[in-house]
């Protein structure tokens, strides 16, 4: 029968053996096609399944002051990490791998069954090498290591809101760190290795692509007079019993930063008890009324229209003046009933100010502010930097004019006024902000008359010098120049002014041979000795003053003859070495 029915359908038979001789040359052919011709496909198969690649970290670039003193350095450091799936085979050595790390056995083992089902998690970051070792030579299934790198801060809290800091993947998130995130970062590498079905290293194959390290960046602060002026803010702030403080030093030839530092500060290097108020530099976020420190440029535009010249004298009796329902006052009692130009800044005469700014008008002493940059985008970039605010009027009123005149209705930052006061010292030239080292001449421009410059830096100095005049911001051995201030501060929620709520203010600038640096002094509420300016900031200015010009080996400009024949120049000294 099996027969009969074969010779009837003798075609069927050979269409099944057909077909099943062209699927067995198919598969041979296909086998010969990948394991002769297209061998690639193959490879690249199990390349997937077994060769990863993993990211060499780049070396972050080198942070330093103008000196090339360290104030930001990378460290390498070991991440370990664990596959929680291979970890559940070794549960017995999960104990003796927490002692190593420094953490509670229970709570590891807690958090390795709770992720039981995942084939990554972190079990600790930024180890020393020496400590990354100790663990890995336990050899505990799934436990693994990563070379990072670590930032650490040599100059600590002294430096801590200039250069900032990065977070734990190397990224930078607060000042030079984060604006100059790009330069500093460097781009990461590759290296090809070969791993098992478990993830377990096998092979280190070769370096795919080389990391490329960051670049170094130099700044133009001068890690020596940083720690001077943070002892001497620091000590003034706890004196005074203030709130907080900002000092800033500043090269008014070149423009550059040579100090700037806040209280209160933190340690970057330590940021677990870190309180958001302390990360703020007020230097550049704080804005504040400028107080009588902006009688200084008021005057210089005064004297700018030639309608004025320090010999120019203007009543001042009795102390008050009534604009509206405003009045003007003396905040204390005047050398007389008229005073010259000179003795209004010396006396720091609101009624005086006011009448000049009248007779000048709004207009002439706002364009002359917005050129020496009050109010106005200093260009540093620098993170979460305020431009303050310059009003500017369509018209100018009595209480607008005379407001501005003596520094209230316009809010600047610390910053602001250093650079504003460097174009007094540096005869009317003002040169571009800059927290980078220069060495190449600043393109200064010409915002104040030379003349006018000149005769403001012989004013000034005699607001110090004069024998009502701020005392306690001499410096020995040196002639110097500055205005003091004092503002109230501005209440919170509400309109008006605090009570007895002041910032005591602070600019000036020397040595008067040749008027090189500017610094400004800002005390947040005073509680103790007093408010006024010229009691609680003249005298941080006069010893930061002193010590900037000991160390920049300026000669001394004030001594008796004698002295002055025998005069050394002075050696400076680095901030480690004891005298800084």
Do not use: C
């Not at 330069?183 to 098992?196: E, P, T």
């Not at 090269?251 to 930063?257: C, Q, W």
């Not at 004297?303 to 009045?327: A, H, M």
């Amino acid at each position: 029968m099996m027969k009969l029915e074969g010779a009837l359908f003798p075609w069927r038979f050979r269409v099944v053996l057909g077909l099943l001789g062209v699927m067995v040359a198919a598969i041979a052919w296909r086998i010969v096609d990948l394991q002769v011709i297209d061998r690639d496909f193959l490879i690249g198969q199990g390349d997937a399944r077994s060769v990863r690649h993993i990211p060499i970290p780049a070396h972050r670039g080198l942070i330093t002051d103008r000196n090339g003193e360290p104030l930001a350095v990378s460290t390498p450091v070991t991440t370990l990490w664990a596959n929680p799936k291979e970890m559940q085979l070794a549960k017995e050595k999960w104990p003796a791998l927490a002692t190593v790390l420094g953490q509670d056995p229970k709570v590891l083992a807690e958090r390795l069954e709770a992720q039981a089902n995942k084939e990554f998690i972190y079990l600790v970051r930024g180890l020393t090498p020496e400590q990354g070792q100790v663990a890995l030579d336990l050899k505990v299934p799934g436990v693994y290591g990563i070379e990072e790198f670590r930032r650490f801060y040599p100059a600590g809290e002294v430096t801590a809101h200039m250069v900032g800091f990065t977070d734990i993947d190397d990224h930078g998130r607060e000042g030079v760190e984060l604006a100059y995130d790009e330069w500093l970062a460097g781009v990461a590498g590759k290296r090809q290795v070969i791993k098992d079905r478990r993830g377990r290293l096998i092979k280190d194959v070769q370096v795919t692509k080389n990391a490329k390290a960051g670049k170094p960046l130099a700044l133009s602060i001068d890690l020596r007079l940083q720690y001077l002026a943070n002892r001497e803010l620091r000590n003034a702030i706890i004196e005074n019993g203030a709130k907080a403080g900002s000092l800033v030093i500043m090269d008014v030839k070149t423009g550059e930063i040579l100090a700037m530092v806040n209280q209160p500060t933190y340690n970057p290097n330590n940021r677990r008890n870190l309180q958001p108020a302390m990360m703020r530099n007020r230097a550049m976020i704080d804005v504040f009324e400028p107080g009588s420190t902006m009688k200084a440029i008021s005057m210089s535009a005064a004297i700018e229209t030639g309608r004025w010249k320090p010999s120019d004298t203007v009543e001042v009796y009795p102390g008050s003046l009534q604009i509206g329902k405003y009045t003007i006052k003396d905040v204390s009692k005047t050398e007389g009933p008229v005073l010259d130009l000179t003795g209004i800044l010396i006396n720091s005469s609101n009624v005086g100010m006011s009448k000049v700014a009248f007779d000048i008008g709004g207009e002439t002493i706002f364009r002359l502010a917005q050129k020496v940059g009050l109010g106005q985008d200093t260009g540093l970039g620098f993170p979460g930097e305020r431009v303050g605010n310059l009003p500017n009027y369509r018209e100018w009123r009595k209480a607008e004019t005379a407001t501005l005149s003596y520094g209230y209705g316009i809010s600047v930052t610390a910053i602001q006024l250093v650079h504003a006061f460097s174009a007094l010292a540096n005869n009317g030239r003002i040169a571009p902000l800059t927290l980078i080292k220069t060495d190449k001449a600043a393109q200064t421009t010409q915002v104040i008359p030379e003349a006018v410059a000149k005769t403001m830096q012989g004013m000034l100095q005699q607001v110090i010098e004069a024998p009502r005049g701020v005392f306690r911001a001499q410096v020995p051995a040196y002639h110097v120049a500055g205005k003091s201030g004092t503002a109230r501060k501005t209440s919170v929620g509400t309109k008006g002014y605090a009570e007895n709520s002041y910032r005591s203010l602070f600019a000036g600038f020397g040595p008067m041979s040749d008027p090189r640096y500017a610094i400004v002094v800002v005390i947040d509420e005073p509680s103790k000795a007093g408010y006024f300016g010229g009691l609680v900031s003249a005298p941080v200015f006069s010893k930061v003053m002193s010590g900037t010009l000991r160390l920049m080996n300026i000669t001394p400009d004030n001594l008796p003859p004698t002295q002055q024949a025998n005069a050394t120049p002075v050696i400076p000294v680095k901030a480690n070495g004891g005298r800084g």
